[in-house]
């Protein structure tokens, strides 16, 4: 089992979530739950423990996100081919993926922890260059993988059954 599948399984990604996921909508602001953590987590400087609110706050977005959005009408858009390629990618070791999309995904996750590495210092010290960086870096890598995701997913989705099942976006 991948590490992706095992983070999925811990958030409850159902077959319906994922598709609710794949709404542009719910995947563009999902890139304000890393912020809305950093903060979070920041406020600790002016809030005390009380900052257990905001973290919690944040923590619910993260879970509530992929959940509150109706399917998509459709999987035209950058960011909907971008999550379906993340569930491709997931499934990699049930069906493997090309060889030339095995390397790019790693190296990317990889930066974006270096990123977090950045703000986990920054926020800890409460210094805002280390944080800006680490977060910059962060999603550099992230963005450029679901742009990985993307071309994944336009080479995977008629891969098998289940995958072409995933194209169907209508309102049921």
Same mark, same amino acid.
């Given at each position: %089992?991948?590490?992706?599948?095992?983070? &999925?399984?811990?958030?409850? %990604?159902?077959?319906?979530? @994922?598709?609710?996921? !794949?709404?542009?909508?719910?995947? %563009?602001?999902?890139?304000? &739950?890393?912020? $809305?953590?950093?903060? *979070?987590?920041? /406020?600790?400087?002016?809030?005390?423990? =009380? &900052?257990?609110?905001?973290?919690?706050?944040?923590?619910? =977005?993260? =879970?509530?996100?992929?959940?509150?959005?109706?399917?998509? +009408?459709?999987?035209?858009?950058?960011?909907?081919? #971008?999550?379906?390629?993340?569930?491709?990618?997931?499934?990699?070791?049930?069906?493997?993926?090309?060889?030339?999309?095995?390397? *790019?995904?790693?190296?990317? /996750? !990889?930066? /974006? $922890?270096?990123?977090?590495?950045?703000?986990?210092? #920054?926020?800890?010290?409460?210094?805002?260059?280390?944080?800006?960086?680490? !977060?910059?870096? *962060?999603? %550099? #890598?992230?963005? @450029?993988?679901?742009?990985?995701?993307? =071309?994944?997913?336009?080479?995977? +989705?008629? $891969?098998?059954?289940?995958?072409? #099942?995933?194209?169907?976006?209508?309102?049921?």
């Amino acid at each position: %089992m991948t590490i992706e599948r095992t983070i &999925a399984q811990i958030f409850r %990604m159902d077959d319906e979530t @994922w598709l609710r996921h !794949a709404n542009p909508w719910s995947g %563009m602001l999902r890139l304000t &739950a890393f912020p $809305a953590l950093i903060i *979070a987590f920041w /406020s600790r400087l002016w809030l005390g423990w =009380w &900052a257990v609110i905001p973290v919690i706050i944040a923590l619910l =977005w993260i =879970w509530f996100n992929p959940r509150i959005f109706q399917k998509p +009408q459709s999987l035209d858009h950058w960011m909907s081919r #971008g999550v379906l390629g993340e569930r491709v990618w997931l499934n990699r070791d049930a069906v493997p993926v090309p060889v030339y999309h095995r390397t *790019a995904p790693d190296i990317l /996750s !990889a930066v /974006s $922890a270096i990123g977090l590495l950045f703000v986990i210092w #920054g926020v800890l010290v409460f210094d805002p260059w280390p944080t800006l960086f680490g !977060a910059v870096l *962060a999603y %550099m #890598g992230k963005l @450029w993988f679901v742009d990985r995701m993307v =071309w994944l997913w336009n080479d995977m +989705q008629n $891969a098998t059954p289940e995958y072409q #099942g995933w194209r169907i976006c209508k309102e049921d």
